[in-house]
């Protein structure tokens, strides 16, 4: 088995920090899925210098304009739009294969937008460009849950509510939550600066115009419509910040072409754990859950009334761990083992 050089773009955000986790995890269990030779972490200016440890060994991060991207088979970009824009292309004409989770490439036509384990098939498109555009959070957790359900070439409509955790904007996203939740216990008005009203004891009703590059409706229809190769696919979604840290929900609605059946022995191998008794919720599944348990938690799945080729169903996903870190592990190893 071949060792391979990783570079991790954005090491010190959410995202970032989560997949350092994870590999350190897979090197301490021994259970790796590829071995890493070297791993470089890179940052901006504001969190170069600074060390992390990873597998007994202390790491440097380093400014992305100092990287020196030729010495790297892979990088994970997980900065932001900005840094990829900056950057990703760079790296990939330098030789590095990009595997993007900031969004800035899910629309190019030339560049393969993957949802691992739903359309491997477009990894060895990779050769276009050097880059792999991951789909956004809201898409893997929604088809990543479908796939197991029925063949997602018979669907012929789907509808999802979307509860999106303050996480999904960032750290800052996280911070300003805390924060109006701290003033408004202390008697004190709010502070707005990432979300356009209070966030704190509300719900803020995402626009389908927002400029948020993943989160608007236009994009996730993009994005559900080119990873199912179905770009006439009737789609409707509708989004919701909620005053939730880490854990993203979704309430689907989904119909086929042909009757489903709830066949629940394929869930496992799409990484979702289905559950009959309790509902799960943001709360009770991200902050117990462990990080060799990941998994796309689905409850109350059922037949509509009446209508055998419509499914509904609720399911919770650890947003940061699960639909980021992790999403980006399983396409490299995918990539590796079987279009290498």
């Not at 021994?30 to 990873?54: K, T």
């Amino acid at each position: 088995m071949s060792a391979w050089n990783i570079a991790i773009v954005g090491a010190t955000g959410q995202v970032g920090s989560a997949l350092v986790e994870l590999l350190q995890q897979d090197n301490l269990a021994q259970a790796n899925r590829f071995e890493i030779e070297n791993l470089y972490l890179v940052g901006s200016d504001n969190s170069e210098g600074e060390i992390v440890r990873f597998s007994g060994k202390n790491l440097t991060v380093v400014d992305s304009s100092q990287m020196d991207w030729g010495q790297c088979h892979f990088a994970f970009f997980v900065a932001g739009v900005k840094t990829s824009e900056t950057y990703a292309q760079i790296a990939a004409q330098s030789g590095c294969i990009v595997i993007d989770a900031s969004g800035y490439f899910v629309d190019e036509d030339h560049i393969p937008l993957v949802v691992p384990k739903v359309n491997n098939n477009v990894l060895t498109e990779y050769r276009n460009e050097n880059i792999i555009a991951v789909a956004s959070a809201t898409v893997c957790q929604l088809l990543r849950c479908i796939a197991p359900l029925t063949d997602i070439e018979l669907l012929t409509n789907l509808h999802v509510t979307n509860f999106i955790p303050s996480s999904l904007y960032g750290k800052s996203g996280v911070d300003e939550l805390a924060g109006q939740s701290a003033r408004l216990l202390n008697g004190m008005p709010v502070e707005n600066a990432i979300f356009d009203n209070q966030l704190a004891f509300n719900l803020l009703p995402i626009s389908h115009q927002t400029e948020h590059l993943t989160l608007s409706e236009k994009s996730q229809v993009n994005q559900i419509r080119k990873v199912m190769n179905n770009y006439q696919l009737p789609v409707s979604i509708e989004s919701v910040i909620v005053p939730v840290f880490y854990g993203l929900a979704q309430s689907v609605n989904v119909s086929s072409s042909l009757p489903i059946e709830l066949d629940m022995t394929r869930f496992n191998d799409y990484g979702v754990e289905v559950q009959n008794d309790d509902l799960p919720t943001p709360v009770t599944e991200v902050n117990t859950e462990s990080e060799d348990k990941l998994t796309i938690k689905l409850a109350n799945l059922r037949h509509s009334y009446g209508n055998y080729e419509q499914i509904q169903y609720w399911s919770v996903a650890d947003n940061i761990r699960y639909l980021g870190a992790l999403m980006l592990i399983e396409t490299l190893e995918i990539l590796i083992n079987d279009y290498l």
